[in-house]
């Protein structure tokens, strides 16, 4: 990833979905990574949140279930905030949800199990 990129939020969005469609949650957290270190200060920590996730799941991919947890707890604390207000059509409620899920499964999730995300409401 470019240090230089700094993609709109929308296309970050589509990216970073794309790549946890295909199983690549590191890949995606570079993406919403880039987006975070240009959004504005009220979004900063919403970015954050979702390229946390993002590691989380890498984490469990990796085997490295407690960083797993601690990381997938709190990407959700911190995406709390935005939960009655998402902007970008961010799915914020939902990935909360999954996102608890995952770290309260963290402990007996094979690494090799498909996580499915949904960063956006669909359509």
Do not use: C
Request: charged share 30%; no cysteine; hydrophobic share 40%.
């Amino acid at each position: 990833m470019p240090d230089d990129l700094t993609p709109a939020p929308a296309d970050g969005l589509a990216e970073a979905q794309r790549l946890l469609d295909a199983d690549r949650p590191f890949h995606a957290h570079e993406v919403l990574e880039a987006v975070w270190k240009d959004a504005p200060d009220p979004e900063r920590e919403l970015w954050r949140g979702l390229a946390q996730v993002a590691v989380g799941i890498t984490h469990l991919r990796r085997g490295n279930r407690r960083g797993a947890r601690a990381l997938l707890e709190r990407s959700a604390d911190r995406l709390e905030p935005y939960a009655a207000a998402p902007p970008h059509g961010i799915d914020v409620t939902g990935i909360i949800r999954d996102t608890r899920v995952l770290a309260a499964e963290a402990d007996s999730t094979p690494p090799d199990r498909l996580i499915e995300l949904r960063l956006t409401a669909r359509p």
